[in-house]
């Protein structure tokens, strides 16, 4: 049996299928994340923050990176 060539139109419709199933995964693996994410915020007390200021300080770690954050924020030795 002679294999059929691929159709040009065929794969880039397969593409779109794939795009979409993983939109799909990522959606769901974010409201996931979301949910962990929120219990830890529970368990810190971290509810009582303003959403506004936990965006802030979210974006700037993430901006630094949680070492360098973490240095910046310890207590200096005396």
């Known amino acids: 049996m002679a294999?059929?060539?691929v159709n040009a139109r065929?794969?880039?419709r397969r593409l779109q299928e794939q795009r979409e199933q993983l939109a799909v995964e990522e959606a769901r693996l974010r409201e996931s994340v979301a949910a962990e994410l929120?219990?830890?915020m529970l368990?810190?007390?971290a509810e009582t923050l303003?959403?506004?200021a936990l965006k802030r300080l979210m974006?700037?770690?993430r901006e630094l990176g949680?070492?360098?954050t973490m240095?910046?924020?310890s207590p200096s030795p005396r």
């Open 3 to 5: 294999r059929s060539k």
């Open 10 to 12: 065929d794969a880039l």
């Open 38 to 40: 929120g219990a830890i």
């Open 43 to 45: 368990e810190c007390g």
């Open 50 to 52: 303003e959403p506004a």
């Open 59 to 61: 974006l700037r770690v």
């Open 66 to 68: 949680i070492e360098e």
């Open 71 to 73: 240095k910046r924020i």
